[in-house]
């Protein structure tokens, strides 16, 4: 039995890594919609590590960074980390587009670009004549 993990998973494996993290998150946001981090910071505990704990899943009213400060930025990096994933099968299933003969190739549409955007000779001179500034 070998305890290696896979380091490529095949097409329809899950990155359980992945699953596990965003389960967390949805289950401290299950906890932020039952009103469970109010209970944890109620005086009626007497309990200054509960507390501090339960703080840690408020926003700071004004400055500073709290653990609950973090989840949307959670959400980025699942949203981030899992990309690559769902592109990358679709991206490599389709065949490559053939490039129709004769047309440009990236470089040459950007020298082209580049010539038309090159000042003429003629550029500096006005054509129309314009009345004097007073």
Same mark, same amino acid.
């Given at each position: ?44 505990? @007497?309990?200054?590590? &509960?507390? =501090?704990?339960?703080?840690?899943? @408020? @926003? @700071? ?9 973090? &989840? ?5 990096? &699942? ?7 769902? &592109? ?8 490559? =587009? ?29 054509? =129309? ?6």
């Amino acid at each position: 039995m070998s305890l290696q993990a896979d380091p490529d998973p095949g097409p329809g494996e899950r990155l359980l890594s992945l699953d596990f993290f965003r389960g967390f998150t949805m289950f401290l946001l299950i906890g932020e919609a039952t009103a469970i981090y109010e209970r944890l910071i109620d005086p009626a505990l @007497h309990n200054p590590l &509960i507390q =501090t704990i339960g703080l840690q899943f @408020h @926003h @700071h009213p004004w400055n500073g960074l709290r653990f609950w400060d973090l &989840i949307q930025p959670f959400f980025m990096f &699942i949203v981030g980390v899992a990309m690559p994933f769902s &592109i990358g099968p679709a991206r490599c299933s389709r065949p490559p =587009t053939p490039r129709r003969a004769g047309a440009p190739t990236a470089s040459e549409r950007g020298r082209r670009c580049a010539a038309r955007c090159r000042p003429s000779p003629s550029a500096g001179r006005s054509k =129309t004549a314009w009345p004097p500034r007073r």
